[in-house]
């Protein structure tokens, strides 16, 4: 989750007045979470004048959402990352990584859901019980970035 402080907003900037609705600007947010945020770096559609869609980066608290933005028909192109929190990362920093495949697994003792996420960096497992990667065992592919140019990820 994100908590903004109203301390921290701002007038909508000139440049960005056309495209507001009922948003809201901050100069900074708070992340109240400890775990893993998801970025997506999503493409709006052309129009139909042929004007590329605008590129829109869109930070998120849990998996479940950012698969449901990435899968909205909206979208022309589409990029998953992940933010893993320096206490998560095996060099104990914060690491921003490419996600190549997103996994819905179980935990090695029950039924119990958990991620398994490619990265270029290697795996990481998004586990209640903290299951290290390998430990789990696959069920369904949810997301993939495998056979397409640039990234561009795909729901399965």
Same mark, same amino acid.
């Given at each position: 989750?994100?908590? $903004?402080?109203?301390?921290?907003?701002?007038?909508?900037?000139?440049?960005?007045?056309?495209? *507001?609705?009922? $948003?809201?600007?901050?100069? %900074? *947010?708070?992340?109240? &979470?400890?775990?893993?945020?998801?970025?997506?770096?999503?493409?709006? /559609?052309? &129009?139909? %004048?042929?004007?590329?869609?605008? @590129?829109?980066?869109?930070?998120? $608290?849990?998996?479940?959402? %950012?698969?449901?933005?990435?899968?909205?028909? =909206?979208?022309?192109?589409?990029?998953?990352? *992940?933010?893993?929190? &320096?206490?998560?990362?095996?060099?104990?920093?914060?690491?921003?990584?490419?996600c190549? %495949?997103? @996994?819905? !697994?179980? /935990?090695?003792?029950?039924?119990q *859901? !958990?991620?398994?996420? /490619?990265?270029? =960096?290697?795996?990481?497992? /998004? &586990?209640?019980?903290?299951?290290?990667?390998g =430990?789990?065992?696959?069920? =369904?592919?949810? @997301?993939?970035?495998?056979?397409?140019?640039?990234?561009?990820?795909?729901?399965?």
């Amino acid at each position: 989750m994100f908590r $903004a402080d109203e301390r921290f907003g701002v007038e909508v900037p000139r440049m960005l007045a056309h495209d *507001v609705g009922d $948003a809201d600007y901050y100069r %900074a *947010v708070e992340v109240t &979470s400890h775990g893993m945020i998801w970025v997506l770096d999503v493409q709006d /559609e052309m &129009s139909e %004048a042929g004007v590329p869609g605008r @590129w829109r980066r869109l930070f998120v $608290a849990n998996l479940d959402e %950012a698969l449901r933005l990435l899968g909205l028909a =909206q979208w022309s192109a589409r990029n998953l990352y *992940v933010l893993v929190p &320096s206490q998560m990362s095996p060099g104990k920093t914060m690491t921003l990584e490419l996600c190549r %495949a997103v @996994w819905e !697994c179980t /935990e090695p003792d029950d039924d119990q *859901v !958990c991620w398994r996420i /490619e990265t270029d =960096q290697g795996p990481l497992l /998004e &586990s209640l019980y903290g299951t290290l990667p390998g =430990q789990e065992s696959k069920r =369904q592919l949810l @997301w993939s970035t495998a056979g397409l140019e640039g990234g561009l990820g795909q729901m399965s």
